[in-house]
Structure formats: structure tokens, C-alpha cells
T-cell receptor, first 117, second 110 residues
Framework: GAVVSQHPSRVICKSGTSVKIECRSL??????MFWYRQFPKQSLMLMATSNEGSKATYEQGVEKDKFLINHASLTLSTLTVTSAHPEDSSFYIC?????????????FGDGTRLSIL | DAKTTQPPSMDCAEGRAANLPCNHSTISGNEYVYWYRQIHSQGPQYIIH???NNETNEMASLIITEDRKSSTLILPHATLRDTAVYYCIVRIQGAQKLVFGQGTRLTINP
């Protein structure tokens, strides 16, 4: 099946640091990628939707200047958490989908656990 | 908001069939029923999806009622590795966002 790779799997850094998370679709062209955040014992919350070559669409309450999303190619999207603070510590998960294959289900990466000290 | 209702938790004995229910009484004619599961500290894993016919694959079976207002995911022979949170989601096909509810925490007991 389709594989989505997310990197890094875990990152620990100091408050004020910016952190970049990569999401790659390994065997299909992802016209759309989604970024989710999950706090402990909670469900996944969609942060933003990114379409290749265009600006991301952010969900209500998500700061676009803090969570920078780039989707420059059909196989790569990045999420940059700028000036991260302890409250940004969470599990970040990406998923990829393709308008070219509407019957193909959305596939997820294995997530990035971000810990801000 | 999620448009499905699932029990918060269920238990099942190893080797038995696990039947996970989902209510989606407001489902539209062009919306599919998708099932994903999330094992602790991993990303969600796709299991199965269907529109109105029952579906089966190597992982599970999906039974959708005739009025499409509810469905049941069946894991025919549950193993300890099936312990996870199972999410039932309805949406149209294509590159559309998935809205996750709270899911059902399924625990398989030895």
C-alpha cells in the first residue's frame, strides 16, 4: 500500500527554537497533504490542508504565522513550528491524498513527537 | 465536527471476533464510511471503507446497514496487536480532510 514517511520521529529542543517536520509520500503523487496535532489522550485535530503549489488552508484557531506549511512538490510537505514553546509540545501527524486517485484512501505518517523544554 | 458516534471503549477476548459499531445517522448519499485505527504513538492506519455494500479485505469486514445509518467493523479473529483506538469517519471520496471523533478504544485481552 501507499507509504507516507514522516521525519523526524521525535525531537526535543529548547523553547524559542524553530522546528521543521517533513512529510513525504513515497510511492504516489500527493496533491493534498494534511497536518494534524494530537495531545495526550485526545483525538487528532486537523491543523491545515495544503495543496501542492498553493498556500495552505488553516483551521480556525491555528496560527498560520506560527505553523508554516510548505508543499512545494507532489511528494513533500513541511511543517515548521516557529519559535516553539512548551505549549507546542504535541504529536504532529501528516497524511497524504491524491485527487488523481480519488478511490485511494488517505494514508498517514507515523507522526513526530515534539517536546519543547 | 465528527458526524459519527462510537462507544468510547470495548473489550474483546483474543481469538474472538471483535465487532465495533458506529452510528452515522446523518450520512449523505455520496459519503463513504471509513475506518482507521491508531496504535499507541503511531499514525492512524487505514483499515477499510465502503459506500453501501459490505466490504471485506485482509484486515477486516465492514457491514453497512441498508439505510446506511450505521455500520459495524468486524475483526474476525482478534489478536493482542489489534489493541488500538478505532475511528469511524464519513466523508466523500477524494482528497478531502478526515474529521476524527473520539473513536473506540478496543482492548484485546489474553
Amino acid at each position: 500500500g501507499a507509504v507516507v514517511s514522516q521525519h523526524p520521529s521525535r525531537v526535543i529542543c529548547k523553547s524559542g527554537t524553530s522546528v521543521k517536520i517533513e512529510c513525504r509520500s513515497l510511492d504516489f503523487q500527493a496533491t493534498t497533504m494534511f497536518w494534524y496535532r494530537q495531545f495526550p489522550k485526545q483525538s487528532l485535530m486537523l491543523m491545515a490542508t495544503s495543496n501542492e503549489g498553493s498556500k495552505a488552508t488553516y483551521e480556525q484557531g491555528v496560527e498560520k504565522d506560527k505553523f508554516l506549511i510548505n508543499h512545494a512538490s507532489l511528494t513533500l510537505s513541511t511543517l515548521t513550528v516557529t519559535s516553539a514553546h512548551p505549549e507546542d509540545s504535541s504529536f504532529y501527524i501528516c497524511s497524504a491524498s491524491s485527487d488523481l486517485w480519488p478511490g485511494q484512501p488517505q494514508h498517514f505518517g507515523d507522526g513526530t513527537r515534539l517536546s519543547i523544554l | 465536527d465528527a458526524k459519527t458516534t462510537q462507544p468510547p471503549s470495548m473489550d474483546c477476548a483474543e481469538g474472538r471476533a471483535a465487532n465495533l459499531p458506529c452510528n452515522h445517522s446523518t450520512i449523505s448519499g455520496n459519503e463513504y464510511v471509513y475506518w482507521y485505527r491508531q496504535i499507541h504513538s503511531q499514525g492512524p492506519q487505514y483499515i477499510i471503507h465502503g459506500l453501501k455494500n459490505n466490504e471485506t479485505n485482509e484486515m477486516a469486514s465492514l457491514i453497512i446497514t441498508e439505510d446506511r445509518k450505521s455500520s459495524t467493523l468486524i475483526l474476525p479473529h482478534a489478536t493482542l496487536r489489534d489493541t488500538a483506538v478505532y475511528y469511524c469517519i464519513v466523508r466523500i471520496q477524494g482528497a478531502q480532510k478526515l474529521v476524527f471523533g473520539q473513536g473506540t478504544r478496543l482492548t484485546i485481552n489474553p
